[in-house]
Structures are given as structure tokens and as C-alpha cells.
């Protein structure tokens, strides 16, 4: 089964609103959670990393102001997405890393209207 | 920063047909390569790995070779299959390449 549960699949929010986008850890302590966007025919660009219990570290160019990242246990990483405009529609991705494998949460599309 | 780049975005196979998928890398310290498919609308799924210090692996159809003087992986898909259509990454941690589309016409 999945390492990593990433919930909303897909969220349409208005302008001005606030999302949150949870990823789960099954069975698994993710020490560390990447967080990536990705938009259509484009690869997935890393935005931020956190490390549980401390601040994340963002990209160059990735507001962390507007890009809220917790992740306050090995179990759960949040990305939350303020004052959302529909430039930032996209698809966003969590991941996570054992010492062989790299996890993907099944990624949040994200439409802002 | 580093890159991780592909050299072709597109590529259409026969299905039974072999496929390889190429990609450069430009920091020459990278000593761990991942590729990865992604299906539309889904997150990516890992498909194969391989360190530095090896220039083949192989797993179930799937071959990743690695030359580090050029700076070159590449992703060999034995006998294609159509269920292995899918847009394929090469990664160097944590960052991605720009993605190949593998169509496999039946």
C-alpha cells in the first residue's frame, strides 16, 4: 500500500482563501517531506523542505509567507496555501525518502477561482 | 543550481518494442540518480535507482545505465507495454528533470 496518504486529491477554492493540503506518513517516519508543484507538461519543481520539528527550508523564488509549511510530527506534513490567487493552481506533490526508495503522496490538484 | 535535464521530450514506441530514455545531469558530485514515471493526474511512482558507484542496474524490464564521464543516465524499457505510456523523470536528489513522454502505440 502507500507510504505516503496526501488528501485533498483535488480542491477548488476562491480567491483570497486559504487551503490546506495534509500528507500522511503510513508506517513510515518521515523524518524529512519535500513538497513540489507542478503545473501541466512541466516537471515537478521543488518549493520547499522540511525537516520535522524545525523550519522548513524553502526554493529561491517560493514565498514562505504564502507557502505555510508544518511538520510538527514524523507522520504528518501540512502545506498550506494563503491567500490563494489562481496563479497558484497547480498540482502539488509531498514526498518523502527511506534510504532506498522515494515516496510520493497521490498530489492535490488545486484550482483557484 | 544543478540541473537534471532530458534530451527528448517526446517518444513513441511500438508495443514489444524496446525503449530508452536519456538524460543528462550537469553536477558531476551527483552520486545517486532515481527515475520515476508519472501517469496524468497522479503523483510520480518510483521505477529504479542507481549510485555512482555502479553503471548498470536492472530491474523487471527496466535497465538504468549510468556513464559518469559524459554525465549520461539512460532508462531502457524492455518488450513496452502499453500500461507503460506515462511521462518518465530522472531525478538527482531532490530535484527532477524535465520529463519524457513515452507513448506506446499497440
Known amino acids: 500500500g502507500a507510504v505516503v496518504s496526501q488528501h485533498p486529491s483535488w480542491v477548488i477554492c476562491k480567491s483570497g482563501t486559504s487551503v490546506k493540503i495534509e500528507c500522511r506518513s503510513l508506517d513510515f517516519q518521515a523524518t524529512t517531506m519535500f513538497w513540489y508543484r507542478q503545473f501541466p507538461k512541466q516537471s515537478l519543481m521543488l518549493m520547499a523542505t522540511?525537516?520535522?520539528?524545525?523550519?522548513?527550508?524553502?526554493e529561491q523564488g517560493v514565498e514562505k509567507d504564502k507557502f505555510l509549511i508544518n511538520h510538527a510530527s514524523l507522520t504528518l506534513s501540512t502545506l498550506t496555501v494563503t491567500s490563494a490567487h489562481p496563479e497558484d493552481s497547480s498540482f502539488y506533490i509531498c514526498?518523502?525518502?527511506?534510504?532506498?526508495?522515494?515516496?510520493f503522496g497521490q498530489g492535490t490538484r488545486l484550482t483557484v477561482v | 543550481g544543478e540541473s537534471v535535464g532530458l534530451h527528448l521530450p517526446t517518444l513513441s514506441v511500438q508495443e514489444g518494442d524496446n525503449s530508452i530514455i536519456n538524460c543528462a545531469y550537469s553536477?558531476?558530485?551527483?552520486?545517486?540518480f532515481i527515475w520515476y514515471k508519472q501517469e496524468s493526474g497522479k503523483g510520480p511512482q518510483f521505477i529504479i535507482d542507481i549510485r555512482s558507484n555502479m553503471d548498470k542496474r536492472q530491474g523487471q524490464r527496466v535497465t538504468v545505465l549510468l556513464n559518469k564521464t559524459v554525465k549520461h543516465l539512460s532508462l531502457q524499457i524492455a518488450a513496452t507495454q502499453p500500461g507503460d505510456s506515462a511521462v518518465y523523470f530522472c531525478?538527482?536528489?531532490?530535484?527532477f528533470g524535465d520529463g519524457t513522454t513515452l507513448t506506446v502505440k499497440p
Open positions: 531525478a538527482e536528489n531532490p530535484g
Open positions: 553536477n558531476s558530485a551527483s552520486d545517486y
Open positions: 522540511s525537516n520535522e520539528g524545525s523550519k522548513a527550508t524553502y
Open positions: 514526498s518523502t525518502r527511506s534510504n532506498t526508495e522515494a515516496f
